[in-house]
């Protein structure tokens, strides 16, 4: 069976060692969604309607929690990010928007970690911006879509460990 | 329509005034899972195997994470968080990890955000101290389960906005 | 002549002790200018030439840069905000965007740096964001407009410490 | 009309992508002044009269500010800082200190946000620990007096944007 | 046997719920010492030998790390701190310098944290600064000296747990 | 006599200018200790009795402690972490726990920082965690062990400027 690399063989918790690997450009895509009601839905994407910028506001919120990524999750490496790309896809007919986050950089560790956090940073400020007209809301699907760069090679997600529902 | 209290009348967003609402003891229970392979789950669940307590450092980060909350989220209050606490139910047939997050406070505005902010980093630590053997691992299903206090009054989840797939 | 609050008496800089004022309301507006070239200042108010929302991204950062006033500003006490407005006035013939920024706290001492820091950090952003076009911006003028609540009772200002040129 | 680099071909907020460009050593200057009334001015220069050093504080808080940069400014890419210096020159017959930062990296972007928020820190600072006997101090006149390094070239500030009053 | 306030019934660490404990004046006053060369004492002490002012500088880090706590000390309450001293006495005979740092909240919960912190954060800083001429200093002593309020009411260190070497 | 490197020729304070220094692999270790009642020993050493992971906890509230080093040291310079690691000795007769923390970064300057950082970090939260039991409890003896890389080359304690009680 694989080992968990985040423990030593103590099981005490470590940040993993990567100082003799090569730094290389590395990318990491993550997805998720956030569902409402059709009401909230529509006050998110018609600005008219709700003179006020939701999609805008969750994208600097995005891109700045990538950054914060080392400060809150405890065993992350601080990285040198030199892009991030935070996009929103309404689905109209779900009354779901999309969000997919891409993250870049030159280094010794993919940033997989940065784009998820940027995926859920992004979502729980559309879910804080929208919470008074709509308490419900609920953020899924938060996944790996695709990396590259790094030993580990190229990774593509498959759904295989999606919920199944 | 209901409107969204985090603009102005302009669309300009703002931090919602809540400088004479009264404070009162407020409680909020967030709630999310996180999906994966039943090998990563019985790593995770069965510390002899895996050697390693990745849900004692994922509570840890928990926690913090809901006291990051105002750094994160743009238009959050600053509050003074009085409890915080973070539990984990494996499902074992299901290969799910089911995250649960009370956070109270005594103040003005309520601590959904927090609970939400507490849940999406104890997952997310989850998905980084395992992502070497498991990088299709989904976070899903995070939703307010259940707020009291506050003008607003109580909120129970009734699922109504949730997913159906 | 008067003391600086921020030394006791053997010039040792302290956080001013404030445990026995009393909390009440207090508010305070800081105001400032940031000037560019006219070309510049046709590409932050006309969104369908610039393609982008610079206003709304340094609203937002200016609202965030208050909450982490206490963090930046060594001596400032952590406040209880309990609301942050950020406002641009475009000035065309002069090329000038004028910032105000209003924040409201129930507390033991006044929130002036939290003002003046919301200013600063939304003229910051959008030097940064424009920075490609136009090294030169320079950013102007940043004061306390007014201030109220609190035992030194409503300040207006009146410019007599503004620089005359 | 040049574009504003901080925004996608639809307007959208990004990060700019800089993991191609090459790894330069880079260095930035910025200038900012504060004015105040020339009691204000004698207390913070002459420190056996204030018995504290207003400066000395204002300058670890623009060096400490110049590192939360990426935190506070929603675009800016992390930077690997290698030098920040912050020097103060009193302007005796204006009441006038004249601040300037000057900031070092190595790598693939500029440090210019990064000394301006020196500046702003350390100004801030100054207020913060004056206000007390002068509300009315002005910020002002904060650009980019100097940079080098990087595709864009040297750049010496020739005040052409600067507010003619 | 007394029980770890820290930790749920079932093992799992919390944040103590201190939810309808009272708001009252807590102050607590945390000490400890760094020890180093006697040359480095002089250097610290003389600033005219240093021509530099490093007692300032760890004096402005202390109070900036109490504000800090409950970011770095995992289930510490943000406290609402009302004030904060940091005080350093050369012990010239024993190349040590004493550091002690006063945190005085009204809040739930007590101050010790802050003051424990504010201490610790001095002594790196100290550290820091005179490393180059000293790696072998060494930080000691930190303990709490006095704490009041709050319902676990006066404690006063009498050094029964303190290292007897 | 040496001349401390974090002041200029003016006796200001500045972060050294390490530009045109050449990235090496650094490594630094620091230890530190916590002393305490036997019975607090046995509460954190049994985790049967005490239910609970103090030093599980102490260790993620190291490894993030290094991280924030920038943050809260004024002078040090944003590095690239590698590697953390946080060790723990339970030394039964003296009821004291030795820590240990070794940090790896590739970079122009060394980790010693971070190393006593996370130390310190370590031993205030196992002192948070134990303190409703024992408010006696004292930390010490935090020192550099030993460091490599870089051009000052190794340095391994030899506890000259120990104090000598």
Same mark, same amino acid.
């Given at each position: ?90 689905? #109209? &007919?779900?009354?779901?928007? %999309? /969000?997919?986050?891409?993250? +870049?950089?030159? @280094? !010794?560790? $993919? ?23 709509? #308490? &419900?809301?609920?953020?899924? %699907? /938060?996944?790996?879509?695709? +990396?590259?760069? @790094? !030993?580990? $090679? ?12």
């Amino acid at each position: 069976m694989k080992k968990l690399t985040h423990f030593d063989d103590h099981g005490k918790a470590i940040m993993v060692d990567v100082s003799k690997k090569d730094e290389t450009l590395r990318e990491a895509t993550a997805c998720g969604s956030i569902f409402m009601k059709p009401e909230t839905f529509r006050l998110i994407i018609d600005k008219k309607i709700s003179k006020g910028d939701v999609l805008g506001a969750a994208r600097i919120a995005g891109i700045m929690g990538a950054k914060r990524t080392p400060d809150i999750i405890p065993l992350c490496h601080p990285l040198a990010i030199t892009s991030v790309q935070v996009d929103f896809s309404p689905v #109209r &007919g779900k009354s779901r928007i %999309d /969000i997919r986050a891409t993250v +870049k950089i030159k @280094g !010794k560790t $993919g940033a997989e970690m940065e784009a998820f956090t940027a995926v859920a940073v992004a979502a729980l400020t559309i879910y804080d911006m929208c919470k008074a007209v709509d #308490r &419900g809301m609920t953020i899924s %699907d /938060i996944h790996l879509k695709e +990396k590259s760069g @790094g !030993k580990s $090679g190229r990774f593509i997600w498959e759904g295989t460990t999606k919920p199944k529902k």
